[in-house]
């Protein structure tokens, strides 16, 4: 029995694929490769490079491999262009999705686990963002990965779909040297893309109700997550309850300040942020509670912001390298 990994070879699906593995569970990976990179899987997993659009090599790959569950990572993540391609968004996001869930119920495949988003709550008006939150999404990333959450409660009800969503805000860090975060939209990788081109990083707004006047935000280890996929994975399997959905929350955030700081003591290059103005729409804060997550999910925060930062320059450096 295998778990098939959607987005098995981008920067959270492989990890997630790691997490299986370590775990001795078998796995199977499908990827268009659009923002992943094949030398992220092992040559030892099965993997299909194609869309889960779709919908007869989905059914190929259920038939060639005894999969149990699914674990759907795979998407177009990016908050800020989904406002300019909203309708690229939803094809990605929903009708992908959609096309996955028809291919598992022709195949038999009752359970799954959704790597949703903290987006879908907008910019609540609450210091600690707990399920309950009300939902207030405000772009199309964010709606469709609500929509996504509702696509599994239907076909709960209509099939009997064992599922679970896990909302989250900021992956960050790196599990494996071999394994790096790509993406120009995350600050990480934005940060570091400026050092190593000798530019100076930039803090969009300094006068923010917070102790350093900076955004404070829900950063979580990438390993830290994929290990709480695997748990919700083997939970579903074994057919014990769950939640429909947990939040992976650090409980108390920190500052993009404390970051840009941080990345400078562990870099070793010294630098000054540049201050630019906000941006609309940020909120001051937003942080979630990963209390559930805690109680079902064995989630912890595994790893200090120093270790964060650490892997994830060794691992965007070693990339740089090209060893």
Not at 289 to 314: C, F, I, N, P, Y
Request: aromatic share 8%; with cysteine; glycine share 10%.
């Amino acid at each position: 029995m295998a778990w098939l990994v959607t987005g098995g070879a981008g920067y959270i699906g492989s990890h997630v694929v790691r997490a299986f593995t370590d775990a001795g569970t078998d796995v199977v990976v499908i990827d268009d490769l659009s923002s992943g990179h094949r030398s992220f899987v092992s040559d030892s997993v099965p993997s299909y490079e194609g869309t889960i659009l779709d919908g007869e090599l989905l059914a190929r790959i259920f038939i060639e491999n005894d999969i149990t569950g699914v674990v759907h990572v795979a998407g177009f993540k990016y908050a800020g262009v989904s406002v300019q391609r909203p309708l690229h968004t939803y094809e990605q996001n929903v009708t992908a999705t959609a096309v996955l869930l028809g291919a598992m119920a022709d195949a038999g495949v009752g359970n799954i686990v959704f790597s949703s988003s903290a987006a879908v709550y907008g910019t609540p008006d609450t210091d600690l963002v707990t399920e309950d939150t009300p939902k207030d999404p405000q772009s199309p990333y964010g709606e469709s990965k609500l929509i996504g959450e509702w696509l599994l409660r239907d076909q709960e009800v209509a099939t009997g779909l064992a599922h679970t969503s896990l909302r989250y805000f900021n992956v960050v860090g790196s599990g494996a040297s071999d394994l790096y975060d790509s993406s120009p939209h995350n600050l990480f990788p934005m940060v570091f893309e400026a050092l190593l081109d000798g530019r100076t990083p930039r803090i969009n707004g300094t006068d923010y109700p917070t102790p350093d006047g900076t955004c404070v935000r829900d950063y979580i280890h990438v390993a830290d997550l994929a290990q709480a996929h695997v748990v919700a994975a083997q939970r579903l399997d074994a057919g014990e309850a769950i939640e429909a959905v947990y939040n992976l929350g650090s409980g108390d955030g920190v500052s993009v300040g404390e970051i840009m700081s941080t990345i400078a003591r562990v870099t070793g290059i010294d630098f000054e942020p540049e201050r630019a103005p906000r941006r609309p729409g940020d909120p001051a804060r937003i942080v979630a509670s990963g209390e559930k997550a805690a109680r079902d999910l064995d989630w912890r925060m595994r790893h200090t912001l120093e270790e964060m930062v650490q892997s994830a320059w060794d691992s965007r450096r070693r990339a740089a390298s090209g060893v």
